[in-house]
């Protein structure tokens, strides 16, 4: 049974890759058509800007088979024993949580919108605009803290002038970088989903929006290159 569940759950995990990429299409579509539509090509803009609605709607239907992948990892990660600090071990914690919670939530509204059930659909996007924004911005401080302990690790290696493990931090941290520039800029997207009257909610032109997209989502497709690259050489 174990096996068989842990054989679904690497299936379903196999289109990460591909999400990555319609995630990029998608928001830089939206760039590209929201500064024309504004300028000398409307006609083109609004194709484009109708071209990036339906990857998104593309995405949130393939996310409804991503709570058994979340599951698990949740469950993997438990209250997070393996980590070194406890402020990293409660961060990632809650973020899992918010994570969990967000899958349902969004299920329930686009059911609502393809009216499989009866519900009212701007209601579940609204919450499940709050976690993930709950979600990012609880990523950007575990970031922040791992920041910190890399310093305090980068300090010692200093001190101890060993050259190898200083270029591994450095790596480590740029890379958390990165994270906090992803999350920031699709924390400034997902306030602006969220309800009318909080900051800058419902003010982003649809260009803006998919600018922070474009960004968060080629920073992981670098990430991902990264990774791969790392996992090749390592073999």
């Avoid at 990029?24 to 109708?50: D, F, H, I, W």
């Avoid at 980068?154 to 790596?171: I, N, T």
């Avoid at 909080?198 to 990430?223: C, D, E, H, K, Y």
């Amino acid at each position: 049974m174990q096996q068989s569940v842990e054989s679904l759950v690497s299936l379903l995990e196999s289109y990460r890759g591909r999400d990555k990429v319609i995630r990029t299409l998608c928001y830089g579509s939206q760039l590209v058509g929201g500064l024309l539509s504004q300028r000398t090509e409307p006609a083109v803009g609004k194709s484009l800007l109708l071209f990036s609605a339906q990857l998104s709607h593309c995405r949130t239907v393939l996310r409804l088979f991503d709570d058994l992948s979340m599951l698990a990892y949740s469950h993997s990660y438990g209250l997070g024993a393996e980590e070194e600090d406890v402020g990293v071990r409660w961060i990632s914690v809650l973020t899992n949580m918010a994570d969990q919670l967000y899958y349902p939530c969004e299920h329930i509204a686009w059911a609502a919108d393809t009216q499989l059930i009866k519900a009212q659909s701007d209601r579940w996007w609204g919450l499940s605009t709050v976690l993930w924004g709950t979600s990012l911005l609880l990523g950007i401080l575990r970031s922040v803290r791992v920041l910190q302990l890399l310093k305090k690790k980068l300090k010692r290696c200093e001190r101890d002038r060993a050259g190898d493990s200083r270029s591994l931090l450095r790596q480590q941290m740029r890379r958390e970088l990165l994270s906090i520039l992803s999350s920031a800029a699709d924390l400034s997207n997902a306030v602006h989903w969220m309800p009318p009257g909080f900051l800058w909610a419902g003010r982003f032109p649809n260009w803006l929006v998919g600018l922070m997209g474009t960004v968060s989502s080629l920073i992981g497709l670098i990430q991902t290159s990264a990774s791969s690259s790392s996992q090749s050489d390592s073999a």
